[in-house]
């Protein structure tokens, strides 16, 4: 089983919709969570981060932790055609041996149609 | 200011051969850290390097290894170039206190045929 488990989808959505994207994972000392959105041929580019359990939101999106369920979510509201990528979660365990070593999922691919 | 830089964009290689990678790091940025990502899969970590220091390998074979340079690029080396080795190698970096922000440069596509 893999520590973090992630839909590839592909996920096709009209423009304007709320995308929701999910990530588990099994891995409990896992504290930092990170969104990534990755186009085609790019390197992924970090969206947004938090830490444990709660809530943040930047413009657009908002990520959701739930550690109780080991389940976290990135909403994506008014979607845009630009939004289309594929979309990784990544975490992070503040402690060990490997201090920056993100755990990715698999990614989602996201399509917004006009 | 310039993002992380990766060269080359893309390589090819035949089975056997030897690889070297190189990435700068954002300026001010003193971590470094090396993923390998397959075609459809999301980026599996390899190593991190701190002031010059290994501080993390992932569970890649002895044939993958790095180092980081006193002006903080660093440079990942593949022996024995195998099939499977196919993939985009993405180098990370990361500001002094904060693992969480790692930003990927563009990746180096490497391909074994």
């Known amino acids: 089983q893999k520590e973090v488990e992630q839909d590839p989808g592909p996920l096709s959505v009209p423009e304007g919709a709320i995308v929701s994207l999910n990530c588990t994972y099994s891995?409990?000392?896992?504290?930092?969570f990170m969104w990534y959105r990755q186009y085609s041929r790019k390197g992924p580019e970090l969206l947004m981060y938090?830490?444990?359990?709660g809530n943040k939101e930047d413009g657009r999106f908002t990520a959701q932790v739930d550690k109780s369920s080991k389940y976290i979510s990135l909403f994506i509201r008014d979607s845009q055609p630009s939004d289309s990528a594929t979309y990784l979660c990544a975490m992070r365990d503040a402690g060990g041996t490997s201090y920056g070593k993100l755990t990715f999922g698999q990614g989602t691919i996201l399509t917004v149609h006009p | 200011d310039a993002g992380v830089t990766q060269s080359p964009t893309h390589l090819i290689k035949t089975r056997g051969q030897q690889v070297t990678l190189r990435c700068s790091p954002i300026?001010?940025?003193?971590?470094v850290s090396w993923y390998q990502q397959v075609l459809g899969q999301g980026p599996q970590f390899i190593f991190q390097y701190y002031e010059k220091e290994e501080r993390g390998r992932g569970n890649f074979p002895d044939r993958f290894s790095a180092r980081q340079f006193p002006n903080y690029s660093s440079e990942l080396n593949v022996n024995a170039l195998l099939l499977g080795d196919s993939a985009l190698y993405l180098c990370?970096?990361?500001?002094?206190?904060?693992?969480?922000?790692?930003?990927f440069g563009p990746g180096t596509r490497l391909t074994v045929l």
């Open positions: 300026s001010g940025h003193k971590s």
């Open positions: 891995n409990s000392a896992f504290q930092y």
């Open positions: 990370a970096s990361s500001p002094t206190s904060g693992y969480n922000e790692q930003f």
């Open positions: 938090t830490y444990s359990s």
